[in-house]
């Protein structure tokens, strides 16, 4: 079936069931038996009492004061009073048919009431008193059944007069029918197949959607699994479901599922809202608008639950036109800036918004009690679950189509990059033959340079000792090594003695020669697998690899001074004299990490430094 086919259908229902039959002209007499169904409230007159509860017998002597009014001519809407605290008191004269037969029941149509209660009596006998309503545990109600249905129990061509007192903290709407129990059976027949079908999809919807939170792990499903579950149990309390299924034996809770549910189906659709909407709010300087719309439903659910019921129901319905209108506007700026599923999420707030207007209408007393404006939230909920469903696949799907044509781009990219390679090394085969020696001689310049470059990186440009980046390396490396062999080695780090007076006096060229020699015969003194690196200034630092224990580091010491300490000629004739105070560390019996290990080097080499200058001063 095609979309426009569905909403024909879905059309066509709703305009049969807000037909009907007509309702009893007010001030008449109602006769039962005539119609299987007959809704009788604009036959009804009224009696509104804003002070403590009434008795019967107070309520009698009112009429009989003339206090009450008569509803005729106002239809459906006569008995829909929005949010009151006032008691309501309706009376209605009944007759009954002479042929009458079968079990006749009395149903206000709405779940949500916090007391109702019946008394009926024949002209001449005595009151039958029958009380209902969700404060009462649902054991306790005269009929088990979502709404509050009373029996009648009528006599053929008999007179009665039915007293009806209604309370509430919440919407106080009592629409009322007479029904043939048959009748009544029949219709529940098909509203409960309606609201099985509503809680089927809203079910279906939350499944799938914590399906894709489990799959994607993004935050924005489980905001709308939040907000599918709470709005459920919201419409399970304006139904008349959470007293008949969920919790029957505590009336506190079936009291508070309405307004509570609702409360926080805002505070998650809200939250929802604000992550489906990514920027769009902060672009329009509207980024405070959800979460405080958030921060009020949770202030209301607090209210309901420890406050005022009456004054959270007010408050819920006008901040609900606030969130819808808001959330409608920001959908229509993320539509202008084409943003992924805000088409659907447009429709959707549409869909919400106008049942919001038309329950916040009727539960203020503004539009009357039918059909459509009672379950306005359960119609424009369930097509936004299912338009916003629509929203966040579309959503799904752009991102991917997004993703896809990048990638699309880049493989376009990519061939290009390749068709231009492949031209190019045509280009290059066609002119090898001419141009292959200036290519080699070129590539042979280049590898020199390259090699230069390396070189110099990592070698100190004097000495041409490895530089600390090189040598740091190599000591890791053999570090690592000396693990896997089981093989030591020693780190040495030495600082030329009599240095500063050489440079001072003779001039930094006489400094630099002494550093040149000094680094020869560094090289000189190790084997070729040891290495031998400058740090800076006249600091140097030596890396033995597989050395055994502390003599065989001596020794090499040893030798490292006796060269060192040689006489050193310069350029110009000149002969002078240096020394190396040298410390070491063993790894890893000194030290079992570089950082350590060079610790403990410099720790040592300063503490034969220091001896060294005292010893000199004591002979000076």
Known sequence: MSWQGFWAAVALVVLTMVAGPAAAAGGERVTVGAETRQPIDAAASLHRHDGAPLTLEAVRAVHGEGGFRSLAGEGARATNFGLTRDEIWLRLPLSTKADLTGRWLLEVGHASLDRVDLYLASDGGGWRAHHSGD??????????????????????????????????EGTLTAPLTIWRAD?????????????????????????????????????????????????????????????????????????????????????????????????????????????????????????????????????????????AAGALGLGAVSLYQRQPGARFFVLAWVALLTGVVIISLHNLGVLPSNVVTANALLIGSAME???????????????????????????????????????????????????????????????????????????????????????????????????????????????????????????????????????????????????????????????????????????????????VARSIRLEDGRVVHVGLSLGWARYPADAGDEKTLFRVADRAMYSRKTAAEDSREDAS
């Open 135 to 168: 404060q009462l545990p649902f054991r306790d109600r005269p009929i088990p059944h979502r709404n509050h249905v009373f029996d009648l129990d009528l006599e053929p061509a008999t007179d009665y007069t039915l007293y009806l007192r209604v309370a509430s």
């Open 183 to 323: 009748a009544l059976w029949a219709h529940d027949l098909r509203a409960y197949a309606a609201l099985g079908l509503y809680y089927g999809i809203l079910l279906a919807l939350l499944i799938y959607n914590l399906f894709l939170y489990l799959s994607l792990r993004d935050p924005l499903y489980l905001n709308y699994v939040a907000f599918i579950a709470t709005l459920a149990i919201g419409q399970a309390g304006l139904a008349g479901f959470t007293g008949q299924f969920l919790w029957p034996e505590n009336p506190w809770l079936t009291n508070l599922t309405p307004t509570g549910g609702v409360s926080l189906a805002g505070f998650f659709g809200a939250l929802f809202v604000r992550r489906f909407l990514g920027d769009t709010p902060s672009r329009v300087r509207l980024g405070w608008l959800m979460p405080l719309v958030a921060a009020g439903y949770a202030a209301i659910f607090l209210c309901v639950v420890l406050w005022s019921y009456h004054l959270a129901a007010l408050s819920v319905n006008l901040l609900s036109l606030v969130f």
């Open 385 to 563: 679950m299912l338009l916003l469903s629509l929203a966040l696949a579309d959503r799904i799907q752009t991102l991917q189509q997004s993703r896809d044509e990048a990638q699309e781009q880049a493989l376009r990219t990519r061939q290009e990059k390749v068709e231009a390679l492949r031209e190019s090394e045509r280009q290059l085969e066609q002119r090898v033959a001419e141009r292959t020696h200036d290519l080699e001689r070129a590539n042979q310049d280049l590898m020199e340079s390259q090699a230069q470059l390396e070189y110099q990186a990592g070698h100190d440009p004097l000495t041409g000792l490895v530089n600390r980046n090189v040598f740091d390396e190599n000591l890791e490396a053999a570090m690592a090594r000396g693990d896997r062999h089981g093989h030591g080695l020693a780190l040495v780090v030495g600082d030329l003695d009599r240095f500063k007076p050489i440079n001072d006096s003779l001039g930094h060229a006489a400094g630099d020669q002494v550093l040149v020699q000094v680094a020869d015969r560094l090289r000189g003194s190790v084997r070729q697998s040891d290495t031998v690196g400058r740090l800076g200034g006249d600091e140097f630092v030596i890396l033995l690899e597989e050395v055994g224990g502390t003599d065989n580091v001596e020794t090499v010491v040893e030798k490292i001074n006796e060269e």
